[in-house]
T-cell receptor, first 113, second 113 residues
Framework: GQNIDQPTEMTATEGAIVQINCTYQ??????LFWYQQHAGEAPTFLSY????GLEEKGRFSSFLSRSKGYSYLLLKELQMKDSASYLC??????????????FGSGTRLQVQP | EPEVTQTPSHQVTQMGQEVILRCVPI?????FYWYRQILGQKVEFLVS????????KSEIFDDQFSVERPDGSNFTLKIRSTKLEDSAMYFC???????????FGDGTRLSIL
């Protein structure tokens, strides 16, 4: 099975940088995804890491260390609209060919003026 | 930008009734998924579908659930005899390949009375 941990809530100030951590335990790691979810809306894809290192995409970056079972999402130049839940999701690739994502509980980020 | 569309946006049904949730995945995507999210809880995988058959399903996806691709564009989730605990937001997602990001629709809010 899988175990994904991320902080429940974080608060940050507009214009600042925030790092949201995710740790996971899985038996056949095959990729880690970050999604943004505003209240009452669908998850929106942000980033994908399958190899170790940093992936940068505008104001958002995501880092992965497979040996440590650890990822983080970095948000720069925070804007009020970044207030949302950020979901860490891990994909296993087992003998069964499982391709589905297992989601963490999400980190609710509140951006303050 | 192409998107996954789901109908209806909100479905209210009496307990014990059958319900069909509809999805139109992105047209060049080959992998389709259903997830659900009970209010305030994490996104949970239900089923994945590829090449006109189920490729993976979770423990939640019991005999009361079924999926179908009745034509070249629609992908449906049927719940045969709904229970109160089926009340949730149901998200459809699709991806181009199994290692590609999954794109989510806006969801159907299912309320069982």
């Amino acid at each position: 099975g899988q175990n994904i941990d991320q902080p429940t809530e974080m608060t940050a100030t507009e214009g600042a940088i925030v790092q949201i951590n995710c740790t996971y335990q899985t038996s056949g790691f095959n990729g880690l995804f970050w999604y943004q979810q505003h209240a009452g809306e669908a998850p929106t894809f942000l980033s994908y890491n399958v190899l170790d290192g940093l992936e940068e995409k505008g104001r958002f970056s995501s880092f992965l260390s497979r040996s440590k079972g650890y990822s983080y999402l970095l948000l720069k130049e925070l804007q009020m609209k970044d207030s949302a839940s950020y979901l860490c999701a891990v994909r296993d690739l087992l003998d069964t060919g499982r391709r589905a994502l297992t989601f963490g509980s999400g980190t609710r980020l509140q951006v303050q003026p | 930008e192409p998107e996954v569309t789901q109908t209806p946006s909100h479905q209210v049904t009496q307990m014990g009734q059958e319900v069909i949730l509809r999805c139109v995945p992105i047209s060049n995507h080959l992998y389709f998924y259903w997830y659900r999210q009970i209010l305030g809880q994490k996104v949970e995988f239900l089923v994945s579908f590829y090449n006109n058959e189920i490729s993976e399903k979770s423990e939640i996806f019991d005999d009361q659930f079924s999926v179908e691709r009745p034509d070249g564009s629609n992908f449906t989730l049927k719940i045969r005899s709904t229970k109160l605990e089926d009340s949730a937001m149901y998200f459809c997602a699709s991806s181009q390949g199994f290692d590609q990001p999954q794109h989510f629709g806006d969801g159907t809010r299912l309320s069982i009375l």
